[in-house]
């Protein structure tokens, strides 16, 4: 049991600590945003930088290489968490896949209606996906904050939830979050990625066949009107997941390599023999090969991810400017939508289909997990932040609406995450006091 929630393990502290330093970042950005430094911040993220040449250069502001470069390895990274969980995670046992898909959901069809009804007959309503999101570094660095009073099998079950809601909100950016299409740029990505598919099927795993083919999805991608961050999910599901040599021949090889790395020692010490070079060699070329491709990458990049892209995409994005507008901005019905949706149709919507999911029989709660845990883990679903201020971006572009979008979300995100963490400490006081009550009888 323990070798299987390691890997889980790490990624939670990766996510937690990345959500912290997600946190500053968006911080940093709000407070430069309302500084006498405005304007170096706005000049900054405006700045045009040009990549290629003739046909196939490309020229965006900073802030869109940011959004359509940087977001798509952050998307290629969700990519692999949903393939890597579908495969052997919490989504490939049917009655925990079932709890989650339903909590995930709630969560996404019920903010997205209160949003709708916020700003139905109004040009506002194309935000209705925005509240839909959750932010899944910010919501387990809340958890990590509990420490021990949030059992690991609630970290995972937010996990799980988190990923599905991504999947649902790559869905949406795909089909709802669309400009107008450039089909042969389109097809010729689809192309590509069927291409990628054969090479996984031929039982070729070098990473660098995959990154530059997918380099090429990414920019068809890009031309083709779809947004560009898509291209990273639809190269990530073509990754194999597949090793070379199973545990009982990678034990084998790892113990002839080591007796003969050990068979060249010598009193003293001295440089490694040719030998036992080859055996060093050898062992690392086993390492590799009992590894699948996708472990690799979802580790290798995950701190790229969590502590570089993530919060460059906070700083950019996160500046808004308030100052006299400031309430004009909160009483916007977007913000008020959004907050409505995140703070109030999240925690309603999760609750409300996981408790159908378990009455009817189709899912179970995890060990060790209450109901009261649910409610806690519902309301920090509504920490939408990134991905609600991804989507915000895509449905307004810069200007009002964009800005109010952004102020909801983050008074939503603080919310939530407050309601949460208080809801799941004062669980475990309960759980403390009940403890005690049954040691002193």
């Given at each position: 049991m323990q070798t299987l929630l390691r890997p889980f393990q790490s990624f939670f502290k990766t996510e937690a600590a990345g959500g912290i330093l997600l946190l500053a970042a968006a911080a940093v950005a709000l407070v430069w945003a309302n500084s006498p430094l405005v304007g170096a911040y706005n000049d900054l993220w405006g700045t045009y930088v040009t990549v290629g040449a003739g046909s196939f250069e490309i020229s965006k502001p900073l802030l869109l290489w940011v959004n359509d470069g940087l977001m798509a390895i952050f998307f290629f990274v969700v990519g692999l968490e949903i393939k890597r969980e579908v495969l052997a995670g919490e989504l490939a046992e049917p009655r925990k896949a079932a709890l989650a898909i339903a909590a995930a959901l709630g969560g996404m069809v019920v903010p997205a209606l209160l949003y709708t009804v916020v700003n139905l007959g109004s040009d506002?309503?194309?935000?209705?996906?925005?509240?839909?999101?959750?932010?899944?570094?910010?919501?387990?660095?809340?958890?990590?904050l509990l420490g021990s009073r949030a059992p690991l099998a609630l970290k995972v079950f937010l996990t799980a939830v988190a990923i599905v809601d991504d999947l649902g909100a790559v869905v949406v950016i795909a089909l709802f979050y669309t400009a107008e299409l450039n089909l042969a740029a389109l097809v010729g990505s689809l192309v590509l990625v069927g291409v990628l598919v054969v090479v996984n099927r031929l039982g070729i795993q070098r990473p660098a066949v995959y990154g530059l083919i997918g380099l090429a999805v990414w920019v068809l991608m890009l031309k083709s009107g779809v947004h560009a961050t898509i291209?990273?999910?639809?190269?990530?599901?073509?990754?194999?997941?597949?090793?070379?040599?199973?545990?009982?021949?990678?034990?084998?090889?790892?113990?002839?390599?080591?007796?003969?790395?050990?068979?060249?020692?010598?009193?003293?010490?001295s440089t490694p023999t040719p030998d036992q070079m080859h055996a060093v060699?050898?062992?690392?070329?086993?390492?590799?090969?009992?590894?699948?491709?996708?472990?690799?990458?979802?580790?290798?990049?995950?701190?790229?991810?969590?502590?570089?892209?993530?919060?460059v995409f906070a700083l950019a994005n996160a500046g808004v400017a308030l100052g006299a507008g400031a309430a004009a901005l909160v009483t916007d019905t977007v913000a008020l939508g959004v907050?409505?949706?995140?703070?109030?149709?999240?925690?309603?919507?999760?609750?409300?289909?996981?408790?159908?999911?378990?009455?009817?029989?189709?899912?179970?709660?995890?060990?060790?997990?209450?109901?009261?845990?649910?409610?806690?883990?519902?309301?920090?679903?509504?920490?939408?932040?990134?991905?609600?201020?991804?989507?915000?971006?895509?449905?307004?572009?810069?200007?009002?609406l964009l800005d109010s979008a952004k102020v909801g979300?983050?008074?939503?995100?603080?919310?939530?995450?407050?309601?949460?963490?208080?809801?799941?400490?004062?669980?475990?006081?309960?759980?403390?006091?009940?403890?005690?009550?049954?040691?002193?009888?």
């Open positions: 506002k309503v194309t935000g209705w996906g925005i509240p839909m999101a959750t932010d899944i570094a910010f919501a387990l660095g809340v958890l990590a291209a990273g999910v639809l190269v990530a599901l073509t990754i194999p997941a597949t090793r070379k040599i199973d545990e009982v021949e990678f034990a084998e090889r790892a113990d002839g390599l080591l007796a003969q790395f050990a068979a060249g020692l010598t009193v003293g010490g060699h050898s062992l690392e070329k086993a390492c590799e090969q009992i590894e699948t491709p996708l472990q690799r990458l979802e580790h290798g990049l995950h701190g790229l991810v969590a502590f570089f892209i993530m919060p907050m409505l949706g995140l703070v109030v149709g999240k925690p309603l919507g999760v609750m409300a289909l996981a408790y159908l999911a378990v009455k009817t029989g189709l899912a179970a709660l995890p060990s060790g997990v209450t109901w009261r845990h649910v409610m806690g883990v519902s309301f920090l679903t509504g920490i939408g932040f990134t991905m609600s201020i991804f989507i915000a971006n895509l449905a307004f572009g810069a200007g009002p979300i983050l008074a939503a995100s603080v919310v939530s995450g407050v309601l949460g963490a208080v809801v799941l400490i004062g669980v475990a006081k309960s759980a403390n006091v009940n403890a005690e009550g049954v040691s002193a009888a």
